[in-house]
C-alpha cells in the first residue's frame, strides 16, 4: 500500500514557476515508476510526466516539454515537478501517480496509486 500527497500548488501569473511536490509513505518507494498527471474540468486525466522507477527513464507531453522537469529523491520518498514558463492552458488539478515497476509510457489506467490532486491556476 503507498499513499501520496501532493504539494506546492497555487495561483501564479502567466510566465511563473511552481515547484509540486509528491511525498510516498510505504515501503518500496524506488519500485514504483512515479507520474505527474492533470485533469481539467470535464476533460480527462493526461500524463504531463513521468520518471521510471530505475530513475533512467522520464518521459514527457509535449505541450511541456522544456519547461517543466520530473525528478526523483528516493531517500525522502518523494518525486517533484518544476514547472517553469507557466501559460493558461497549464491550469489543472494536478495529481501524482505510482506504478509498480511500471512503463514510464503508460497512461493513468496503469496506476495503482493516486494522490488527492493539487490545483495549479495560471493568470495571464
Known amino acids: 500500500q503507498v499513499q501520496l500527497v501532493e504539494s506546492g500548488g497555487g495561483s501564479v501569473q502567466a510566465g511563473g514557476s511552481l515547484r509540486l511536490s509528491c511525498a510516498a509513505s510505504?515501503?518500496?518507494?524506488?519500485?514504483?515508476?512515479m507520474g505527474w498527471f492533470r485533469q481539467a474540468p470535464g476533460k480527462e486525466r493526461n500524463l504531463v510526466a513521468a520518471?521510471?522507477?530505475?530513475?533512467?527513464?522520464?518521459t514527457y507531453s509535449d505541450s511541456v516539454k522544456g519547461r517543466f522537469t520530473i525528478s526523483r529523491d528516493n531517500a525522502k520518498n518523494t518525486v517533484y515537478l518544476q514547472m517553469n514558463s507557466l501559460k493558461p492552458e497549464d491550469t489543472a488539478v494536478y495529481y501524482c501517480?505510482?506504478?509498480?515497476?511500471?512503463?514510464?509510457?503508460?497512461?493513468?489506467?496503469?496506476?495503482?496509486?493516486w494522490g488527492q490532486g493539487t490545483q495549479v491556476t495560471v493568470s495571464s
Open positions: 501517480g505510482a506504478d509498480l515497476y511500471g512503463s514510464a509510457y503508460a497512461g493513468y489506467k496503469a496506476y495503482d496509486y
Open positions: 510505504g515501503r518500496s518507494f524506488s519500485s514504483y515508476t
Open positions: 520518471i521510471a522507477w530505475s530513475g533512467i527513464t522520464t
